[in-house]
C-alpha cells in the first residue's frame, strides 16, 4: 500500500519537501559545525537565505528565532570587522572555550552521566554514517556525535533521498525517511532541546540565541513531518 510519501512524489511534490528540508539542515550544519566564516554574514544578508526557512511564518520557536537571526543579518553593525569580532568570539566561548563552555556541541556530553566525549553516542552516529559512506573529516580528534555533524548527516542523506527520487528507486527513498526518523528518534531529538537552551540562555548575539530557537522548533516538527510522509496514505 502507497505511503503519504509515494503518493506526494507520484504528484511531483516530494522533491520540493526533500529540497526544502536539505535546506533546512544545511543551513543549520553550517552555523554549528565551524567558527564562523568572515562572509557568513554578509552572504546571509545578500542572499535572503535565513527568511526561507521552513514553516518561518507559523507562530512558533522557529518563526521567532528566524526573527532574530533575520534582524542580526540585516544589522548593519554586524558586517563590520568589530560585529565579525562579536560572532567569532560568541561561537568560540558557546562552543570552544576557554574553560566551561556553556553548550558543549557533543550528544555524549548531554547524555552520559559524567558528561564524558567519544562514548557509545559517538559510535552510535559513526555507524549511521557509514551506512551512508559518510565519514568526519576529524575521525578521532573531533567526536562523530558533534551537533554540526549530526545536521549535516540529515543534510546528506536528504540529497541521498533526493537522488533516489530521481533515478525513481521509491524503495530506497523510503529507507533514506526511516533511517532518517530513527537517527531522530536516537540521536539528535535525544539531546538537541537541551543543547539548544543552552544555547539561548548563553549566546551574547542574536545570531546564535535565534538559532537555537530555530533548533529547538525545527526538528520536532521534522519528525512529525517524516511520520506523516511514512505513513500508508489510506490511513
Known sequence: MATNAQVMAQAGELGEVLEARGFAYGLLAQAFLAEPERMLIPSLAESGAVGLFPYAEEPGLIRDGVAEV???????????????GSLLWDYTRLFIGPGKVP??????????????????????????????????????SEPDDHMGLELQFMYETCRVAAERLGAGDWAGVEQVLR??????DEHLLQWAGDFAADVVVGAQVGFYRG???????FLPVDRGLLEELLVSAAD
Open 70 to 84: 533575520a534582524a542580526y543579518v540585516g544589522d548593519a553593525a554586524s558586517v563590520t570587522d568589530e560585529g565579525y
Open 179 to 184: 533511517d532518517q526518523r530513527a537517527f531522530l
Open 103 to 140: 553548550a558543549p556541541p557533543w550528544e555524549s556530553a548531554y547524555r552520559s552521566a559524567e558528561r564524558l566525549l567519544f562514548q557509545e553516542e559517538t559510535l552510535g552516529v559513526r555507524r549511521a554514517y557509514a551506512a551512508y559512506g559518510l565519514a568526519s573529516a576529524k575521525v578521532g
Open 211 to 217: 538559532l537555537g530557537r530555530v533548533l529547538q522548533g
